[in-house]
Structure formats: structure tokens, C-alpha cells
């Protein structure tokens, strides 16, 4: 499954809300490992931090997300989200979608 967020987003727990019922819509219910695009986004609140790092509401909807950052600030907001909220499933930051979609293929073995 792959999620491309909107180049210039600042995403909030109302996004965060609707990313992940976009998921289980998509995954039709089953657990699956996620590619989220967050190479452009331009930030991530609290709320929204917070609300995809729980278990209830992410955590048992995926096997495990690699977060694709590219700009400097990507990868400021994708280490910043990594590192304050402690997640309930595997979650990688990458530069490279094919290691990103390798390390995500393992979870399927």
C-alpha cells in the first residue's frame, strides 16, 4: 500500500484521521505494510503525531510503514515523528523507495 502526502501539506490530526481510514478501505480490513511519500510535506502537529503512532488507531491497521523523506525538512519532520512518538509496529525513515519497498516486502515473508 502506498500514501503520497500533498507536496506543501501540513498535516493534522483531521488528516491523520482521514489517512488512516483511507488504509483500512484500502487494505479491505487485512494488515499491510505502508509506503507513506512524505518527501514534501512541510509539517506534522502534535495531534497528528500522537494519533498515527497509537495502536488503536494505526497500529492495527498496518504490519509495519516506511516513511519516504527526501527535502531537509522531510527529513527533520520524518526524525522528529520517529523519535517522540514511540509507534506499536515497525516504522523506518528512507532517501530510497527501493530500500524502502525492500525492507516492507520482508514483512509480507
Known sequence: MRFRCFPGAAL??????ANVE??????EGRLRPCL???????GIDRSARRYHSSYEHSGRHYLAIALLVGSPLSR?????FVGLNRSTFPLRLFTSEEEAIAWL?????
Open 12 to 17: 493534522t490530526e483531521d488528516d491523520a484521521r
Open 76 to 80: 527533520v519532520i520524518g526524525n522528529f
Open 22 to 27: 483511507a488504509c483500512i478501505a484500502a487494505s
Open 105 to 109: 516486502r520482508t514483512f509480507l515473508e
Open 36 to 42: 507513506v511519500d512524505m518527501s514534501q510535506v512541510l
